[in-house]
């Protein structure tokens, strides 16, 4: 897999990805915001607002935040994985038609990547360290040993890839779903000979087949995307004539110093 490849393929998707990132604010901003006036009091003085403008800072921001991180998360899985690195994405119309993938044993298999040498390898993807608690490290522990067990022909062995982080940072979930146990016995099989687990450099170097610098042209590509699109310019007219809209609206329930009159909001929202 060459550099080029990679970062043209990432800039393509991430300039799609904008526009629907783009269109979602757009949608959000075109209905009337909703204060919540129980919780408003407790924004106000935990993050000391002055006024109404601030309190749009803050909430748009995090429910914005919120769904980047979604919206990344199935960026990477449905787009980059797929169509820059040639993986074949187990999306529910690959499951119904492909056996033995409709199998429930194969649920958290998100992809299967092909390699030049004939081999196959499944990849359950995973955002970050925290993606995986202990029920589902026992459940994916029983899943891989039914794969591996009933449907040997489908794979040379699978891998566990989280996107980004270091594997010294995960939680001890990631050894559970391998068979390792340390501290309290799980009900688990030893699968440390076929279930690998990478996370951040390593995950990108093992998905492109070996480049150590494969994590670099992924956010080189993101990189070239956001100096086309500009979404700065585009996303802060918008928020600005948001904040301006909804301050014009609530300022008035704030005495001089910024306080704000929580049972005038609400007998306003509430009645």
Excluded at 43 to 58: G, I, S, T
Excluded at 77 to 88: A, G, I, R
Excluded at 199 to 222: H, M, R, T, Y
Aim: proline letters at 2%; one cysteine or more; hydrophobic letters at 40%.
């Amino acid at each position: 897999m060459e550099k080029k490849e990679v970062v043209d393929g990432i800039k393509q998707w991430t300039k799609w990805w904008i526009g629907q990132r783009r269109k979602k604010l757009e949608n959000e901003l075109s209905d009337t915001m909703s204060v919540n006036p129980f919780m408003a009091p407790f924004l106000f003085d935990y993050h000391d607002l002055k006024n109404f403008e601030e309190y749009v800072d803050l909430i748009m921001a995090s429910h914005l935040v919120t769904g980047h991180n979604t919206g990344f998360g199935k960026l990477v899985d449905e787009k980059f994985l797929p169509n820059v690195f040639s993986t074949t994405k187990l999306d529910s119309a690959f499951r119904r038609s492909t056996k033995p993938f409709g199998n429930p044993c194969f649920d958290e298999i998100d992809h299967i990547i092909k390699r030049a040498d004939g081999s196959v390898e499944l990849l359950s993807l995973k955002a970050g360290r925290w993606t995986i608690q202990l029920t589902m490290a026992v459940q994916l522990n029983m899943a891989f040993n039914e794969i591996l067990g009933k449907y040997p022909d489908t794979c040379s062995n699978i891998v566990v890839g989280v996107f980004y982080g270091k594997k010294e940072g995960l939680t001890d979930k990631y050894d559970i779903l391998r068979g390792i146990n340390r501290g309290a016995n799980h009900e688990v099989i030893d699968l440390t000979g076929d279930v690998s687990v990478y996370a951040g450099k390593e995950f990108w170097e093992w998905l492109s087949g070996g480049n150590k610098d494969a994590q670099d042209w992924v956010l080189e590509g993101i990189k070239a995307a956001l100096d086309e699109e500009e979404i700065h310019k585009t996303s802060k007219e918008l928020l600005d004539k948001f904040r301006e809209s909804v301050a014009s609206k609530y300022d008035r329930f704030l005495d001089g110093e910024g306080k704000l009159d929580a049972f005038k909001l609400l007998a306003e929202i509430n009645g």
